[in-house]
């Protein structure tokens, strides 16, 4: 892991990268705060694209096939349902897909959700057996009148599909959880370490938006336990004309303030991609409070292609490929508590 040192110089860049891809046209004072808020003018900027980004360091892997198809032209929907399948599949990975942490009954079960340019959705949730629950919700999205499908549900949908049941209890995840009983201690801290929910963004050649977003949720959670992740508008939203987000963290904090809508939303309102996102993170601190002993983190792609980020606390990275770079940064976060 990077030490501190790094953390803060990788910060220091990664804040220079946003800020000087959102240039501030115009400054206003929100009135609720008294602090400063910079309104960007988007009109007549070059749009930089294609663009991916991806959460935490298992984004690096996941935007690969999600480069290629975006840079051979492809569909943004395509790349971000490729990406994360990539992390999905990898069993070493404890937080997406198989080798996910299960809950507390041994079950593994997993969330996910994706959006594309037209305002589409699909999701599942508490899905059990299937390895690749982003193209399931993209099969809901595409191939029912419907958003959400859920637990024995969403299961039988996917089988009428041609996907195949699989056991996605590993025995490395099995052994962490027979640990775990020992003491079952019901603790859901999303720590700080590792490396969690997979949601990725994208803006392809076309200009157009889209996002997914996969996870296995809270380790040993209470069965039945959905959080954000696969729930349009807290773990993911996208809208065509402003731009995309998506999130990570305690999934019921990020439910709370309908976290990923209120980014674009504020994105809308002239907000740069690291403003809006850290806009989010204090509307939930000021939920919590002192209490926040929990990391959520934002990650946000405008419609000129202008990506950042934010989060409560430090060690929130993110994966990022353009025509330029390939790499990851670390976000902003509030500094106040650490
Ligand atoms: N947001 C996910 C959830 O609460 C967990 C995570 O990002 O690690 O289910």
Request: net charge negative; with cysteine.
């Amino acid at each position: 892991m990077k030490n501190r040192r790094d953390f803060l110089k990788l910060t220091a860049l990664g804040g220079a990268a946003v800020v000087t891809g959102s240039l501030i046209q115009s400054c206003d004072t929100d009135k609720t705060k008294g602090t400063a808020v910079s309104k960007q003018d988007n009109k007549n900027k070059p749009i930089q694209k294609p663009v991916v980004i991806s959460t935490w360091d298992h984004g690096m892997q996941a935007n690969i096939p999600a480069w290629e198809i975006l840079n051979n032209g492809g569909s943004a929907l395509d790349a971000v349902e490729a990406g994360v399948r990539v992390v999905e599949s990898d069993p070493n990975n404890s937080s997406v897909g198989i080798g996910g942490a299960p809950d507390r009954e041994g079950n593994v079960s997993l969330d996910a959700c994706i959006m594309d340019h037209k305002g589409m959705c699909g999701a599942v949730a508490a899905l059990e057996n299937i390895e690749n629950p982003i193209s399931v919700a993209r099969k809901v999205m595409e191939d029912t009148p419907h958003v959400m499908l859920v637990g024995k549900g969403a299961l039988e949908f996917a089988i009428s599909k041609g996907f195949e049941e699989k056991n996605l209890l590993t025995e490395d995840s099995k052994l962490k959880w027979e640990k775990w009983l020992e003491t079952s201690k019901y603790e859901p801290i999303i720590n700080i370490e590792n490396h969690d929910t997979i949601g990725m963004l994208a803006i392809d050649s076309e200009g157009n938006l889209s996002g997914s977003c996969t996870t296995s949720g809270l380790a040993y959670k209470l069965r039945g336990r959905v959080g954000d992740s696969p729930i349009i508008g807290a773990g993911l939203f996208v809208d065509n004309e402003i731009g995309a987000a998506c999130a990570t963290g305690l999934g019921e904090a990020i439910i709370r303030i309908a976290g990923s809508a209120i980014v674009v939303e504020l994105m809308r309102h002239g907000y740069s991609p690291t403003e809006a996102c850290k806009e989010a993170v204090e509307r939930i601190i000021k939920i919590h409070g002192k209490d926040a002993a929990f990391q959520i983190g934002f990650l946000a792609l405008n419609k000129q292609g202008e990506y950042g980020g934010y989060s409560l606390f430090s060690q929130f990275n993110f994966a990022i490929t353009n025509k330029s770079k390939n790499e990851l940064a670390y976000t902003e976060y509030n500094k106040e508590w650490t």
